[in-house]
């Protein structure tokens, strides 16, 4: 993509030194977040913490309560238990719509770029490929075979009886072991998903492949807080699209005209606007994008796409 700018008065504004620094605060926030609710299990299952006299979170990452009192519960695995045929209590559901609110707020792949603990696994296959200059891909996956195999899990947990993609999902397997001993699953589920990352096809699993990422995008297709695209102060220098793990969400084009990046897909990682020099990407809510950005016309449509 060609560095060459149509606004010149922005055309300095590259040469800010900062960028490098944003970057890395903001890789530390991310991993401080993951950790930390990594740290809450561990802490509650192994080191009995409580908060007013509870325990301060018990569960898993299916299903778990806060101090005893907040239920929370993970949607995905709420919709495969009712295709299995189970009987659902109402805390459970309770849970389920309290962090589906949330991700609707923040965006649905939020949870990918700063909960998650496989995201830790995959950035850091991503950073092997950059240091080693690996560019091709040796399997061709098609990024919308997620949602092929989140349908998948839907029907094999009908079919089956059980939560299909609970019983094998690598990051329940990380969480599990973490939490409650490490075994040859974490060890496992750790190599198979950096291998697939580092040798075999670039973001292979995040972006091509996890149930959980694709029931994600499709809620954060309906997100409030979303990427604002400025193209005023854009230079087209192509940063953003260097560092996004789901590039393909950033099409200036589309981002122009609504004045948001409104693709579900978009794990609000925050490395687009972090690396941007001209600050021409910002997170803010959707309906300040027009005052932060005037678009051209609304963006229903690259919002269903």
Known sequence: MSAQTSNPVHSDARKTPNTALRLFLLSCAR????????????????????????????????????????????????????????AVELVMIAGALLILGFYIIVGGRAFCAWVCPMNIVTDAAASLRAKLGLRSDWLRIHRNVRYGIAAGALIASCVTGAAAFEWISPQAFIWREAVWGIGMGFFAAIAGVFALDALLVQRGWCGHLCPLGAFWSIVGNIGIIKPVFIESRCTHCGDCLKVCPEPQVINFKKAAACGIIASGECTSCGKCAAVCAENAIVFAPRFNARKLARPQQNCEQETQS
Do not use: C, N
Not at 42 to 70: N, Q
């Open 31 to 86: 991993r401080t977040v993951q950790l930390a609710v990594l740290a809450l299990f561990i802490g509650t299952a192994r080191l009995g913490w409580t908060l007013a006299g509870e325990p301060l979170l018990s569960g898993d990452l299916s299903s778990s309560l806060f101090a005893g009192t907040v239920p929370l519960s993970d949607p995905f695995a709420l919709l495969q238990k009712l295709f299995a045929g189970h």
